[in-house]
């Protein structure tokens, strides 16, 4: 033990993956250490992702059904909008949450290093923070370093007026003018929320879709939610320049019209998130890192050197929070000397809009360009009397079978709470279950969840009939 502190797991990274990762190890004897480089715990998940942009987003549907429900009986005055109030709101329940955090580690006596953590050998690894320097010895690490916002090479990034999702989560006042560059989930999200909040929201995407991973049919109602709400939506168009001026951010759009220029008050780059693999010194721990700074691993969560592990964002896609969870658990058991291995079917993807979007397993794209001819069943929420009362109707529910045993394969869903529902089929899925098991199934009535039992029914062919 040749540093000041000796870890039998070393955790680099607090974020969803990393501080799972810490609490199972310790759960399970171990003495865990967790080097973060931020006071706050909780990585990019709790202090400037999934947790902040849900808060925002909550507050942005409040907003919109209030101007929504005045269709249906009710004159509201448009809500006014406290910036400073909305941003103090959202603070606390990040603080809520990472404070709780601290609260777990110490409960558990994981020791929380503060510093940059680089490693400087295969089992040891300085913590730099101030000028002042920690070595930490360690038996077996787990890297949960996560990832950064891609940065564009002709956009100017070190001009204010650009943001990434972190800047416009910091939410210091409302752009008139907002170019949301990416139709992907973080930047339709955060789309979202200005829009309520007042922005005149344009979005550009480069395929010929938003949410170019999910399914078309899945897509289209929220696009033809935000087409009326949003000043443009630009699909198969490309930024090929923006330029900071006096009066704005000039952006050149290259799309099937051909070119044309455009001002914006705020662009926010949304293009994806790259991994910070590179960053960590790996090379003097002997650990492999491919160009991109994705750390390779097997179904233990270990990379090439056996005794050092990765998760979460900084091991590939799908880049989401609860992969990173489900990773940090498998790596602590394997540490603990258990038999564990990353064996999930299927991981849920869910984009927060209004309408959510879900989906899970295969999607038809994914069935097409495999060959495999799937079987479906559709129900429209337009029948769904739940949906109605909630004043809306344009969801969809999707289920895809596999053609010889009717197992269900796949799922998407658009509607309000598509992403609470997608759980239901991801259990289907892990569990084998098959249409005859959905569709008999007894759901609350009425409930959104009916539309899972309907949409197994309807590839049944025992309902047919859409009220
Ligand atoms: P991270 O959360 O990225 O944490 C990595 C941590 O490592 C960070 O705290 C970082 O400071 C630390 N670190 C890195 N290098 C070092 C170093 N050298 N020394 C010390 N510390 C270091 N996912 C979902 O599932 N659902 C959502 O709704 C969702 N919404 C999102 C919204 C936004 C705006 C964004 C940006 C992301 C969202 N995500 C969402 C993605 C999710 O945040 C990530 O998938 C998740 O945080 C990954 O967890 P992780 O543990 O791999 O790493």
């Known amino acids: 033990n040749v540093g000041d502190i000796h870890a039998e797991v070393l955790v680099l990274g607090s974020g969803p993956g990393g501080y799972t990762a810490a609490f199972r190890a310790a759960d399970l004897g171990l003495r865990a250490v967790l080097v973060e480089k931020y006071d706050s715990l909780g990585g990019v998940c709790l202090n400037v992702g999934c947790i902040?942009?849900?808060?925002?987003?909550?507050?942005a549907k409040v907003i919109t059904e209030y101007e929504e429900m005045g269709e249906h009986g009710f004159t509201f005055v448009r809500p006014e909008v406290d910036i400073d109030g909305l941003r103090s709101w959202k603070d606390s329940v990040v603080n809520k949450l990472t404070g709780?955090?601290?609260g777990l580690a110490k409960a558990r006596k994981v020791e929380v290093v503060t510093g940059v953590g680089k490693f400087s050998g295969p089992n040891t690894m300085s913590v730099t923070n101030d000028g002042k320097e920690t070595t930490i010895s360690f038996d077996q690490c787990i890297v949960a370093a996560g990832s950064?916002?891609?940065?564009?090479?002709?956009?100017?990034?070190?001009?204010?007026r650009v943001i990434d999702s972190t800047g416009a989560l910091e939410m210091t006042d409302i752009p008139k003018r907002l170019l949301v560059l990416g139709g992907g989930i973080i930047g339709l999200e955060m789309g979202a929320v200005y829009d309520a909040l007042g922005s005149k929201v344009t979005v550009v995407e480069l395929m010929d879709q938003i949410i170019p991973?999910?399914?078309?049919?899945?897509?289209k109602p929220l696009h033809n939610r935000i087409k009326g709400r949003y000043e443009n939506i630009y699909l198969k168009t490309k930024v090929t320049a923006v330029t900071a001026e006096d009066d704005g951010l000039h952006v050149v759009f290259e799309g099937p019209d051909g070119e044309h220029v455009d001002t914006f008050d705020r662009v926010l780059v949304a293009?994806?998130?790259r991994p910070n693999g590179s960053t960590l010194g790996l090379e003097n721990?002997?650990?492999?890192?491919d160009e991109r700074g994705f750390i390779a691993v097997d179904n233990q969560q270990r990379t090439n050197v056996p005794h050092i592990f990765a998760i979460g964002d900084v091991v590939g896609q799908p880049m989401l929070a609860h992969k990173a969870v489900h990773e940090g658990k498998v790596a602590a058991e394997?540490?603990?000397?258990?038999?564990?291995?990353?064996d999930a079917r299927v991981i849920p993807s869910v984009a927060y809009t209004d309408p959510e979007v879900a989906w899970v397993g295969m999607t038809e794209i994914e069935a097409k360009a495999q060959g495999i001819k799937v079987g479906k069943g559709v129900f429209p929420w337009a029948a769904s009397g739940r949906s109605l009362s909630l004043g809306r109707s344009?969801?969809?529910?999707?289920?895809?079978?596999?053609p010889v045993d009717d197992r269900v394969i796949g799922a998407g869903i658009v509607g309000p709470n598509a992403g609470d529902l997608i759980a239901e089929v991801a259990l289907a899925i892990e569990m084998g279950a098959d249409a005859v098991d959905l569709g008999q199934t007894i759901h609350p009535h009425p409930t959104l969840s009916e539309t899972v039992n309907f949409a197994a029914e309807m590839f049944e062919g025992t309902i047919t009939d859409l009220i």
Not at 213 to 219: E, R
Not at 394 to 402: A, M, S, V, Y
């Open 334 to 342: 394997v540490c603990s000397g258990m038999k564990r291995v990353f």
């Open 148 to 160: 950064e916002p891609v940065k564009l090479p002709f956009i100017p990034h070190d001009d204010p």
């Open 100 to 102: 709780g955090l601290k």
């Open 213 to 219: 991973g999910a399914d078309k049919d899945i897509v």
């Open 271 to 273: 293009v994806g998130r």
């Open 285 to 289: 721990a002997g650990v492999a890192v």
């Open 394 to 402: 344009e969801g969809l529910t999707k289920l895809l079978f596999d």
């Open 52 to 59: 902040p942009s849900k808060a925002m987003l909550h507050a």
